[in-house]
């Protein structure tokens, strides 16, 4: 019995034994297996991961502000660096310029795509908000390239000019045609007065300032002009070279609001013949529908109602407009813009009933009294928005890009029915970009308030950081976007930056963490960017 107990334990302790060996066994081949799986998983290449958003710590609001900002201040740059081309080109001829010329036009097509986002964003069609997000990135993104190409052309352009070199010669010149353009202000201000006795205080609003601040931008050339010849007597002829600069936009933009005026003068004085025939032509769609709702008798239906509102309001702005006519001043545009509307809206509420060709053959009779209403009103903004660049906001910039953007496919394209609705569509956009900017200029010379003498405020930012200062006796300047370093306290190599207190209430647009990159293609750059 002994015996046989000692072969059951023996037994037992084999059994033990197996089990424990299978079982490190099925640990080691677990363990192997698992390594496998992860050396497999880790030689699969990761997908690649983009660059972290610059802009994840930004409320989609201030995200908003920052792109309003960077529109208004590479606008300015462009529209700055479009008036040096100028200066260049008479300087030494179109030849010379062809790279700059090349650089202005490639900066200014992706602006307006810029521009093309901001409107798209402002319309009545609300986009979701990372797709709000998006855009408001791609605008930035647009922004930055606009600056990226007028800096590539920076060294080279300043070579060309040779400011400090020429300073003498660019000093007498300047002096000379500053001469003849104090010279014309009388003149204007004999022109504004007889246009005041004609036109309703509205008709004029994009000239009405022109003569005076046409004078500011005249003081300012003069002081720097003064400024330079100091300058140059102490042989310091980079001050002398800023100073210049100063000077030569300062007598450029006097010298196109005193244009401005005049050609203003001249398009309100043609558009009255232009709003007598336009009366007429819409006076007589009107007869065109109540006819036709006349041998409609008891018919409804929507597109009956449609005619029967619009022959409604056409036959009411038709009598407005005749009335206005006969006062003592009067507003030929607006009347013009007025009955395109009421033109517009009876040609849609009529198209079920006419076909094509009479749609195409009624379209060509308006078109080209839409075409140079339209010319008028788009050119008309463009030179009050240039001239008062300083304090116009982003919104008044968009809504005159797209005014062109409009005007250009009116001229362009071959549908007369597309052609009208491009061309009212283009002359509403560039009433509407007079409106806003003249708001946009009215709070920069009220910023306490309406109605009080204050000044302009403007924010202006360099080395030393951003601080407010009272616009004074060179508020012209800055009121048309003559942006030079050291006259405005920016001083050192970074530049400055003037932005608007108007601009979503926000006296710094700057990104956090950014900086001011120096742009010398039409002056001290205003962009700034995040540091990488």
Not at 77 to 83: G, H
Not at 347 to 357: E, F, K, L, Y
Not at 401 to 415: C, K
């Amino acid at each position: 019995m002994p015996v046989q107990s000692s072969e059951v334990d023996l037994f037992s302790v084999l059994c033990c034994l197996i089990v424990a060996a299978l079982a490190v066994v099925l640990l080691f081949t677990m363990l192997g297996r698992r390594r496998k799986r992860q050396g497999r998983a880790e030689s699969v290449p990761k997908p690649p991961t983009g660059p972290a958003d610059p802009y994840a710590a930004y409320t989609t609001q201030q995200l908003n502000t920052y792109a309003n900002a960077q529109l208004v201040a590479v606008d300015n740059a462009v529209r700055t660096s479009e008036q040096e081309l100028g200066f260049a080109t008479a300087q030494y001829g179109a030849a010379a310029v062809t790279a700059y010329a090349a650089a202005v036009a490639a900066a200014k097509e992706e602006l307006a795509a810029a521009f093309r986002i901001r409107h798209q964003l402002d319309d009545e069609i609300p986009e979701d908000e990372p797709t709000q997000r998006r855009l408001l990135r791609d605008i930035v993104d647009r922004c930055a390239a606009v600056d990226r190409r007028l800096d590539a052309e920076a060294d080279a352009f300043e070579k060309l000019r040779a400011m400090q070199a020429n300073a003498e010669e660019l000093s007498a010149g300047l002096t000379t045609r500053a001469a003849q353009l104090r010279g014309a202000l009388p003149a204007a201000e004999a022109t504004l007065a007889r246009l005041a006795d004609r036109y309703t205080e509205g008709a004029l609003t994009p000239i009405a300032g022109n003569a005076t601040e046409a004078a500011a931008r005249l003081d300012f050339a003069d002081e720097q002009l003064r400024e330079a010849a100091t300058a140059l007597a102490g042989k310091d002829r980079g001050r002398a070279a800023l100073a210049i600069r100063g000077a030569e936009q300062a007598v450029g933009q006097a010298s196109n609001l005193l244009a401005a005026l005049d050609k203003g003068a001249a398009d309100l004085d043609a558009a009255g013949a232009n709003v007598t025939r336009l009366l007429d032509e819409v006076q007589a769609e009107v007869a065109a529908g109540k006819a036709a709702r006349q041998a409609a008798g008891d018919a409804g239906g929507a597109d009956q109602m449609n005619l029967a509102a619009a022959v409604a309001r056409a036959d009411q702005v038709t009598g407005d407009v005749r009335v206005h006519l006969t006062g003592a001043r009067t507003d030929p545009l607006g009347m013009m813009r007025r009955l395109e509307a009421a033109a517009a809206g009876l040609a849609q509420a009529m198209g079920s009933m006419r076909d094509a060709a009479d749609r195409s053959q009624q379209a060509r009779r308006q078109l080209e009294q839409a075409l140079y209403a339209a010319r008028s009103a788009v050119d008309s903004a463009t030179d009050y928005i240039t001239t008062r660049r300083g304090a116009v906001g982003s919104t008044a910039r968009a809504r005159l890009s797209e005014a062109h953007a409009q005007l250009d496919r009116a001229e362009n394209t071959t549908d007369p029915v597309a052609a009208l609705s491009a061309a009212e569509r283009a002359h509403d956009l560039a009433a509407q970009a007079v409106d806003s900017a003249r708001d946009d200029v009215e709070r920069w010379s009220f910023p306490s308030g309406y109605g009080q003498q204050g000044g302009g405020r403007v924010v202006i930012g360099g080395p030393g950081g951003f601080g407010t200062a009272a616009a004074g006796r060179m508020g012209g300047a800055v009121l048309g976007g003559i942006l030079l370093d050291s006259m405005l306290g920016g001083g050192g190599m970074g530049g400055f930056r003037i932005g608007l207190t108007s601009e979503a209430g926000q006296d710094d647009a700057t990104a956090p963490g950014s900086r001011t990159v120096q742009g010398r293609f039409g002056g001290p750059s205003t962009w700034t960017r995040p540091e990488k």
